[in-house]
C-alpha cells in the first residue's frame, strides 16, 4: 500500500473549492501512483476538516476506487500520526476496505 500524504497541501478552506483544488492538482496523484500496476492500494491522507468537507471528500474517494477497481482506494481524515499509522496496518489487513473515508481524531477527523 502507497500512503500520499496531503496534510500539508495548499488547501483552500471553502468546502468548494477545496473539491476543485483536489480535482485539479492531486487527483492525478492517485490515479499515477496506479500507473505501472505495482501498487495494490493507495490510502490518501487529508488534513482535519470540518463536516462540510466529509462529503465531497467521500466521493472523490468512491469514484477514485471505482476506477481503480479491483484494486483498492481509500481516505484517513486526521492529524494523529500514531492512529494515522495504525489506520494504514488495519487497512493493509482488510483487502476488501475500498472507497471509504475513515477519521482517526479524536474529534472525528474536523479541524479545531
Known amino acids: 500500500m502507497i500512503a500520499l500524504d496531503f496534510r500539508s497541501a495548499a488547501w483552500p ?3 468548494l473549492d477545496a473539491a476543485g483544488y483536489f480535482y ?13 500496476g505495482a501498487e495494490e492500494a493507495v490510502a490518501v491522507i487529508y488534513p482535519p476538516a470540518g463536516h462540510a468537507h466529509r462529503a465531497w471528500r ?11 477497481a479491483p484494486k483498492r482506494v481509500n481516505a484517513i481524515a486526521g492529524s494523529d500520526d500514531d492512529a494515522i499509522r495504525q489506520t494504514l496496518a ?3 489487513k482488510a483487502p476488501g476496505v475500498t472507497g471509504q473515508l475513515l477519521a482517526v481524531d479524536a474529534i472525528a477527523g474536523e479541524a479545531r
Open 13 to 15: 478552506p471553502a468546502p
Open 24 to 36: 485539479r492538482e492531486l487527483a492525478s496523484r492517485v490515479r499515477a501512483a496506479f500507473a505501472d
Open 58 to 68: 467521500l466521493a472523490a474517494i468512491q469514484e477514485l476506487a471505482r476506477e481503480a
Open 90 to 92: 488495519w487497512l493493509e
